[in-house]
């Protein structure tokens, strides 16, 4: 059988060990994803649940790259790998999905909600276009504080899915980044369906690098299903951004293996907006298989050194649902604590 | 002491906290080149140059997220809207981003911003621009709501909006504006959130009231007092937080209570404060709490239907007589 591996697109200037922690990464946001459904159905984990299964590419390819605190990340609810990719502690990860107050968020936030101030990650964002006029206030707040209080050239990368391109508060705050020229990297997961509605049947104009062009931001069109593509635009990309101060937009093309949330998990419920056999296909295209295979052919790792990862990656996630369920809820007096600061 | 007008007073605080604040920034439409809809930046662009005063396209979810996210990042905006009827354009990022955040994130985050501008009712403005909608905010946890009476309450109470950690909703009165007051001079002069403010004394009844009420009040009690009815006039100043203490104590007085406010009886802030005053007073009170507030319609445009909709001192004195009776 042929193998699927990464073209490269570019001048090879990553070094081998940087390769195997883009690797490292991606493995161990799938497998703590991999990990959360049977927590779900045990009900250690409530509310709603949106697994990044498919999507390590485009926080892989792009996070490790930012200077944070300094630079600023924001995202959606699909978010568990934002936080990971941030570095915050698969622990605290676990321990916020299962509400527990040792959480990143001291179990008020949840799933949706993972945030990590001091490690430059705002949060994830329980509404679809929500952190799109979030982030422009964060960029115009880089850009003034590099102006007007003697701060550094930083940026803010905001991930939103296909659906917040038909949001109105999307296009409010992408018209003000075009006016202002604030420092913003806009990344479009595309994984062609919000929630159950694909981009066909959602928007006669689907062509997004478009829209964000038509607000005066700059863009492009990349395949989020090969890091090392999404690598090389994001390294690109930022320090353009650095130089210019101005925004852009990277729509990524990829694709979620499992449903939206815990409600479309099934293969069942798929049939309704998609069926099994695109899901294989695009399964073919697997991040993690793509640039596995590349490390493979190019010497980098052999299988052995693969299994050792996973077998390391895998007892992360075990420690980190070990470490979560020996933690405490949070204490019943603390339900009044930080309606205020 | 200086007197000037409810308008000035909210531009002096402004001026003092960006002179003394260089995180401080204004956004919001025409608040730059136009000088403001209501005058109320008038100056302060020429003042603090084009990064501090941000003149903003008609895109209220835009002014909103702009100024959630840059308090999110450390800054201190003051995002004005040119009304707050057209603030619900951006309801989301108030209600479900600034409000929130800081719970969200259990702590970790905190959302220094003020959303300010004019609301209130009357002038003809019809159902959409004329409206008061406080208790929206004051119902969600996260917010603390401001409506000041005076020129001086304008200015101390703003400057200490801005110097809260905390999404303060600050809403301004536009038939207020050009209202004349002493205000101090002293830059450091700040009216603390939870402190109402007895603007009359009496032993009869208790009206309790905030922003232009407050005049209704003070107007009503002083026919009444011709008829030897003295009532004690309380301007709550913040909604939330909310100085009940201060209410019950006067309650406990005068055994009689009457709530004011222009938005809409139903649901109102004043079925809040009656409920509090029944379930912290009851045994004090003589005759059950009374409410006058704005009709529950949208507000008409003919002359004779709005008069008709927004309350007046008459309706003040009718009600406190009834608890008299």
């Known amino acids: 059988m042929a193998k699927t591996t990464v073209e490269r697109p570019a001048e090879d200037h990553i070094q081998q060990n940087e390769l195997i922690d883009l690797y490292r990464l991606m493995l161990r946001i799938r497998r703590l994803e991999e990990s959360v459904y049977r927590l779900f159905r045990d009900a ?73 101030p001091p490690r430059g990650f705002l949060g994830g964002d329980g509404i679809v276009g929500g952190p799109v006029p979030i982030a422009l206030g964060v960029g115009y707040a880089l850009k003034y504080r590099a102006r007007m209080l003697g701060g550094g050239n930083h940026i803010c990368v905001c991930y939103f899915g296909d659906g917040a391109m038909n949001q109105g508060g999307v296009h409010e705050a992408f018209n003000m980044v075009g ?33 964000a062009k038509a607000h005066g931001i700059d863009g492009e069109k990349i395949d989020g299903m090969n890091v090392l593509t999404v690598r090389d635009a994001a390294q690109r990309v930022i320090d353009r951004i650095r130089e210019t101060g101005e925004a852009y937009f990277l729509e990524m093309e990829c694709y979620r293996f499992v449903g939206h949330g815990i409600g479309d998990d099934n293969t069942k419920s798929w049939t309704t907006y998609r069926t099994e056999a695109e899901v294989n296909e695009w399964r073919k295209r697997d991040p993690i298989l793509q640039l596995g295979n590349y490390l493979q052919d190019r010497g980098i790792l052999d299988t052995t050194q693969m299994d050792a990862i996973d077998a390391e990656v895998r007892q992360e996630v075990a420690d980190a649902i070990a470490f979560a369920e020996a933690s405490p809820e949070p204490p019943l007096d603390s339900l009044y604590e930080n309606v205020f600061s | 002491m200086a007197t000037m007008r409810y308008q000035q007073a909210v531009r002096l605080a402004l001026t003092e906290e960006m002179e003394r604040d260089p995180t401080v920034f204004l956004c919001g439409e025409e608040i730059g080149q136009y000088q403001g809809t209501y005058r109320v930046t008038e100056g302060l662009l020429d003042r603090f140059g084009p990064m501090r005063v941000v003149d903003t396209p008609i895109s209220e979810i835009g002014i909103a997220g702009m100024a959630t996210g840059a308090a999110m990042a450390g800054l201190r905006p003051v995002a004005e809207f040119m ?17 929130k955040i800081t719970y969200m994130s259990g702590g970790r985050i905190q959302c220094p911003v003020v959303f300010r501008g004019p609301a209130g009712v009357g002038t003809q403005l019809s159902a959409q621009h004329s409206q008061s909608l406080e208790s929206w905010y004051a119902h969600t946890p996260g917010f603390k709501v401001v409506m000041p009476a005076f020129p001086a309450d304008a200015k101390g109470l703003l400057k200490t909006a801005i110097r809260d950690p ?76 909310l100085d009940i203490e201060t209410v019950l104590q006067s309650v406990r007085k005068t055994h009689r209570a009457v709530v004011v406010h222009e938005e809409w009886k139903n649901v109102g802030f004043g079925a809040e404060l009656s409920a509090r005053i029944h379930e912290h007073a009851f045994y004090d009170l003589d005759a059950p709490v009374e409410r006058v507030a704005g009709a529950d319609v949208p507000m008409p445009y003919a002359k004779n239907l709005e008069r008709a909709a927004i309350p007046n001192d008459n309706d003040v004195i009718a009600a406190v007589k009834r608890t008299l009776s």
């Open chain 2, 166 to 241: 905390n999404p303060v909703v600050f809403m301004e009165h536009a038939g207020l504006y050009g209202l004349q007051g002493d205000v101090p001079d002293d830059p450091e002069f700040l009216v603390p959130f939870g402190v109402a403010a007895i603007r009359r004394e009496g032993t009869d009844a208790t009206l309790i009231s905030y922003s232009r009420g407050v005049h209704l009040c003070l107007k009503a009690a002083e026919a009444l007092a011709r008829d030897g009815i003295e009532c004690e006039v309380i301007d709550l100043r913040t909604l939330v937080p």
């Open chain 2, 83 to 99: 009304t707050w009827s057209f603030a619900l354009e951006a309801m989301d990022q108030l209600v479900n981003h600034a409000a």
């Open chain 1, 44 to 116: 250690k984990i409530g509310g709603y649940l949106h697994r990044y299964d498919g999507q390590e590419a485009l926080v892989a390819g792009v996070i490790p790259l930012l200077q944070l605190p300094h630079d600023k990340v924001l995202c959606t609810y699909r978010d568990h790998g934002h936080a990971l990719a941030c570095g915050t502690p698969a622990r605290e990860v676990m321990a916020e999905l299962l509400g527990r107050a040792t959480g990143c968020a001291g179990g008020k936030g949840g799933s949706m909600h993972l945030i990590d």
């Open chain 1, 179 to 211: 006016l202002y020229k604030l420092p913003i990297l806009f990344i479009l997961e595309n994984n062609q369906y919000a929630m159950g509605t694909s981009v066909a049947r959602s928007t006669g104009q689907p062509d997004f690098v478009l829209k």
